[in-house]
T-cell receptor, first 112, second 112 residues
Framework: EAQVTQNPRYLITVTGKKLTVTCSQNMNHEYMSWYRQDPGLGLRQIYYSMNVEVTDKGDVPEGYKVSRKEKRNFPLILESPSPNQTSLYFC???????????FGNGTRLTVT | GQQLNQSPQSMFIQEGEDVSMNCTSSSIFNTWLWYKQDPGEGPVLLIALYKAGELTSNGRLTAQFGITRKDSFLNISASIPSDVGIYFCAGQLRGSQGNLIFGKGTKLSVKP
């Protein structure tokens, strides 16, 4: 089944403790992206990747890192999480950058 | 950053009624997409539009790409309880790479 898989689905952590949210897609998509969803603010792009080893900042990249060493994986790294990064995070992928996005089921992160 | 104005923010309708929502912007878009998000899940693509004036249907859903390239609407005919959810428009700006801009969503509630 074609899908975008994120892990974990839920995560509670403390300020400053490094964490990684994994994202994997099995559709051989070139383009991958991370979004955060917050009440009243909608979906905002954090980082995106046009292909392996090619990443770029979205609208809200501060406090996040990504890597794209392989085509299928696009992990989101929070080196030193803070409470304002409490949010619902979505990974998405598409065939190319102007193709419709396929979303994962989300990771709900709480930073205390 | 760029914004899409999506309206209405929420709708509470009777089963069987038709629904209409729209997105507008001051910028020109190459692509308009409509997504639906159910609770606890990621957005799922409903309709993709690529040409100004394009009118596309998907079952009871119909969406149009505005002639000016600055707006789009989504209609749902004869609503049913499973139409409940949050509907998002998303657009890709002309000349941009990688970033889909999302509206803030329309929350649809359907009364049986």
């Amino acid at each position: 089944e074609a899908q975008v898989t994120q892990n974990p689905r839920y995560l509670i952590t403390v300020t400053g403790k490094k964490l990684t949210v994994t994202c994997s897609q099995n559709m051989n998509h070139e383009y991958m992206s991370w979004y955060r969803q917050d009440p009243g603010l909608g979906l905002r792009q954090i980082y995106y990747s046009m292909n392996v080893e090619v990443t770029d900042k979205g609208d809200v990249p501060e406090g996040y890192k990504v890597s794209r060493k392989e085509k299928r994986n696009f992990p989101l790294i929070l080196e030193s999480p803070s409470p304002n990064q409490t949010s619902l995070y979505f990974c998405a992928s598409s065939f190319r950058d102007n193709s419709p996005l396929h979303f994962g089921n989300g990771t709900r992160l709480t930073v205390t | 950053g760029q914004q899409l104005n999506q309206s209405p923010q929420s709708m509470f309708i009777q089963e069987g009624e038709d629904v209409s929502m729209n997105c507008t912007s001051s910028s020109i878009f190459n692509t308009w997409l409509w997504y639906k998000q159910d609770p606890g899940e990621g957005p799922v693509l409903l309709i993709a539009l690529y040409k100004a004036g394009e009118l596309t249907s998907n079952g009871r859903l119909t969406a149009q790409f505005g002639i000016t390239r600055k707006d789009s609407f989504l209609n749902i005919s004869a609503s049913i309880p499973s139409d409940v959810g949050i509907y998002f428009c998303a657009g890709q700006l002309r000349g941009s790479q990688g970033n889909l801009i999302f509206g803030k969503g329309t929350k649809l509630s359907v009364k049986p």
